[in-house]
Nanobody, 123 residues
Framework: VQLQASGGGLVQAGGSLRLSCAAS????????MAWFRQGPGKEREFVTA???????AYGDSVKGRFTASRDSAKNTVYLQMNNLKPEDTAVYYC??????????????????WGQGTQVTVSS
C-alpha cells in the first residue's frame, strides 16, 4: 500500500486549499481513509475520516470548514479546506486502515501513512 499526499501550500487566513491523497494497493470502498495533522510542537491530531461505507467524521476544530470526499475511480481521497485559520498550520498526513476498525479517531488504528504535505496559513 502506498499513499501519496499533495496539495499543500501557503495561503492567507480565510482562504482555501484542497489536499489529495492518491492510494495504491487498496480499494477505497474497503478501507477507512483519514487525515491527521501535526503542528509545530503539537501532537498528531485527527482531522477527518471517510469510512469504507462512505460516511464521514470530523474533528471538532474543523467541523463546518473542512470536507472529506473520495473518488473511487481515481482511488483518491480529498480534503477540501475552507476558511483556513493560522491554527490550521501543520503537516497533513493521509492514512489508511483496511481492518474496518471503529476507533477511527486514533492514529494507532492506521497501518499505512502518506509522506505528509505542509499547509501554512498566514494571518
Amino acid at each position: 500500500v502506498q499513499l501519496q499526499a499533495s496539495g499543500g501550500g501557503l495561503v492567507q487566513a480565510g482562504g482555501s486549499l484542497r489536499l489529495s491523497c492518491a492510494a495504491s494497493g487498496l480499494t477505497l470502498r474497503s478501507a477507512t481513509m483519514a487525515w491527521f495533522r501535526q503542528g509545530p510542537g503539537k501532537e498528531r491530531e485527527f482531522v477527518t475520516a471517510i469510512r469504507w461505507s462512505g460516511s464521514t467524521a470530523y474533528g471538532d476544530s474543523v467541523k463546518g470548514r473542512f470536507t472529506a470526499s473520495r473518488d473511487s475511480a481515481k482511488n483518491t481521497v480529498y480534503l477540501q479546506m475552507n476558511n483556513l485559520k493560522p491554527e490550521d498550520t501543520a503537516v497533513y498526513y493521509c492514512a489508511a486502515d483496511r481492518t474496518r476498525n471503529v476507533a477511527i479517531f486514533y492514529a494507532r488504528t492506521y497501518d499505512y501513512w502518506g509522506q505528509g504535505t505542509q499547509v501554512t496559513v498566514s494571518s
